[in-house]
């Protein structure tokens, strides 16, 4: 047997999409495919302003970037999350500060970010995790009447909404990822997303190296140069030409992943009455993009068994994010000791993610289902 972890899903359609540009002999960046990627993701958003970027991780710095973060400010961000949440943090000089999450829906806890404001609280990163939108109303709530900004690292959300708006939107920018692992997928990519005018019109300058080259091209000015201080996070057009592709199936890639969640959710649904694992849990304000499909057992101990178990028999299972405070870089940042921020830690430490991909066949998940109770029968009776 052998059921991969992960499964993408790319068809003769974005093969024919990639040639596209290549054929036409443009590939640099915001060509024609960037332009009309661009639309149809603000279209599919209801924002007004995307900036496609070569990752999500880019989307991150130049949403800081924009926002004016910089050296004496403080940026808080939950504990449980990629590091690039964090890293785009630091390369501005600024300070991270650390929140813990919700152990119910894997996201920042509210009541942890309002103990961590301070009068240095620039900006805070919420983050969607495995489709789930974390509580943004209330985080906004804590955050405008104080001048804060709210960029949502959304790059496990698109197609997921909030309170029937997409997630990404609610905040003051969105950043989302098209990497291989996503829902909808260009290898690379990533994407910033702004109703502000002002976040926007600055983030398009330090996106094209600190100049007013857009302008320019728009013949708004006669000639273009260096305004602000800038890098470049403009992806090739081939990276567009193929995000449009999978665009257009995210419909379906959406329906196919609820349908293997539902039935991992129905099939576990007696594991979990007798307390043996955790179910995921999707609140009422979330619409979710199934993105992750995720089980916590009792410990660690049992979590790492299962793991051995499912690679045993061939299925890629894995855990997911470390703790960050507890990571080098975290230690030396901000101090952090074990026992800080016990609910990262404690999922941390029992988080199992199991195969949900849209090529995943029944028969498959019968057998990554049937592997989970042949745990417990046999291993961890």
Not at 223 to 231: C, M
Request: aromatic residues 6%.
């Amino acid at each position: 047997m052998n059921i991969p972890f992960h499964r993408p899903l790319y068809d003769e359609k974005d093969a024919e999409a990639l040639l596209a540009p290549l054929r036409a002999g443009k590939l640099v960046g915001d060509g024609e495919f960037t332009k009309r990627a661009s639309a149809e993701l603000a279209a599919r958003l209801g924002v007004p302003h995307v900036l496609l970027t070569p990752s999500c991780t880019h989307a991150l710095e130049l949403a800081v970037m924009a926002a004016g973060v910089g050296p004496g400010d403080e940026v808080i961000v939950p504990d449980f999350t990629f590091v690039s949440t964090a890293d785009c943090v630091l390369l501005r000089g600024a300070r991270v500060v650390f929140a813990d999450i919700d152990p119910r829906t894997l996201t920042i806890d509210v009541e942890d970010l309002a103990r961590r404001l301070t009068p240095r609280t620039k900006a805070v990163i919420p983050v969607g995790y495995a489709g789930v939108s974390p509580a943004m109303d209330e985080i906004l709530a804590l955050a405008r009447p104080r001048g804060i900004r709210v960029l949502e690292d959304a790059a496990q959300s698109v197609g997921a909404t909030y309170r029937g708006r997409a997630q990404g939107t609610a905040g003051d920018a969105g950043c989302f990822s098209f990497h291989e692992t996503k829902n909808v997928s260009t290898g690379e990519g990533g994407a910033f997303v702004t109703a502000d005018p002002g976040l926007a019109a600055r983030a398009e300058i330090i996106r094209e190296k600190g100049t007013n080259r857009k302008q320019f091209m728009l013949g708004l000015v006669d000639k273009y140069t260096w305004v602000d201080v800038g890098s470049s996070y403009l992806p090739p057009d081939s990276m567009a030409a193929l995000l449009l592709s999978q665009l257009a199936k995210t419909g379906g890639i959406i329906a196919r992943r609820r349908v293997i969640h539902e039935h991992y959710q129905e099939a576990f649904a007696g594991l979990a009455a007798e307390g043996r694992l955790v179910l995921p849990h999707i609140p009422p304000h979330s619409g979710s993009n199934h993105h992750i499909y995720h089980v916590l057992l009792q410990d660690e101990e049992t979590r790492n068994a299962a793991l051995a178990h499912f690679r045993a028999r061939g299925i890629g299972t894995t855990f997911h994010y470390l703790p960050l405070h507890l990571s080098p870089v975290g230690r030396r940042e901000t101090g952090g000791r074990p026992g800080d921020f016990p609910a990262t830690e404690e999922v941390s430490a029992r988080l199992l993610r199991l195969p949900i991909y849209p090529s995943l066949t029944d028969g498959e998940q019968e057998a990554v289902i049937g592997a989970m109770q042949d745990f417990f029968r046999t291993v961890r009776p």
